[in-house]
């Protein structure tokens, strides 16, 4: 249960500097999809858009390609799947016309459904390897933390909190929100012993707040399933028609280079 989306930090620190460059080489000279920078911007930004498409589906998918777990993968793929399509909006000028505007808009829409997956993916419990939780997993892994935070609070002579849970959409969409309430309260039920037993009541606090976050994706899970199973049918026709007209515009831009 990673609660550090890193991959978002890195993939916004490297649009901030394709973004810099951009404009530092745009000062010079102007850029166009057809100057040397506007086309090495979109062969970047294509093959990075290759890279999101294939590598994370090879891992899932082909036992032979078996190097690095898959929640590595998908935040590689998600840097990318970020990065990638800035690059080729770059490259286009921000112009949406034709073949390869079609295809820009498509791609918009490819990353918000993306970032939609992402909300989604993260609503499902899964493994530290990336796979997907069993209910049977699930039910004891919450019964297993219930179990060590009543041990530690008896320890610590606390009286832990009933919490009234959300199930279905609620739990689902405003899942961030109950989690920092509950780390909130959590922290206050918790400040007096945290001088005296500092440890005990971060292993506390940590086994907490992983308890409710079982919890909510359990009371969430047919409704994450759901989601799930849905958005595959939208995203992946996007994916595939926006390369299909990636790959028409190139073939086009080349056949007229030549032709020329």
Not at 189 to 206: A, D, E, I
Request: charged letters at 15%; zero cysteines; a positive charge.
């Amino acid at each position: 249960m990673n609660r550090n989306p890193w991959e978002l930090l890195i993939a916004f620190v490297l649009i901030a500097f394709s973004a810099l460059i951009y404009w530092l080489i745009s000062q010079k000279q102007p850029v166009t999809p057809t100057s040397y920078a506007g086309i090495i911007l979109g062969v970047l930004g294509f093959l990075l858009m290759l890279k999101t498409e294939l590598v994370y589906t090879l891992r899932k998918k082909l036992r032979a390609f078996r190097w690095g777990r898959p929640s590595f993968w998908l935040k590689f793929h998600i840097i990318t799947g970020l990065l990638g399509p800035f690059l080729i909006l770059l490259h286009s000028g921000w112009k949406f016309q034709g073949v390869a505007g079609t295809a820009a808009l498509l791609l918009l829409l490819v990353v918000l459904s993306g970032m939609i997956g992402r909300y989604i993916y993260t609503a499902t419990p899964r493994t530290i390897e990336g796979g997907t939780l069993s209910e049977s997993q699930l039910q004891s892994g919450i019964e297993r933390l219930e179990l060590q935070s009543e041990q530690l609070a008896q320890e610590l002579g606390i009286q832990l909190p009933v919490e009234k849970i959300p199930i279905g959409w609620q739990a689902f969409l405003f899942r961030g929100f109950y989690r920092w309430r509950y780390g909130r309260r959590i922290r206050k039920l918790t400040y007096r012993v945290s001088r005296s037993q500092p440890k005990l009541t971060q292993n506390m606090r940590r086994l907490l707040l992983q308890h409710y976050q079982l919890t909510l994706q359990a009371r969430s899970l047919e409704v994450t399933r759901d989601l799930l199973a849905y958005w595959h049918v939208v995203h992946v026709p996007l994916g595939l028609t926006m390369f299909t007209l990636a790959i028409v515009h190139i073939g086009g831009s080349l056949y007229y280079s030549w032709r020329s």
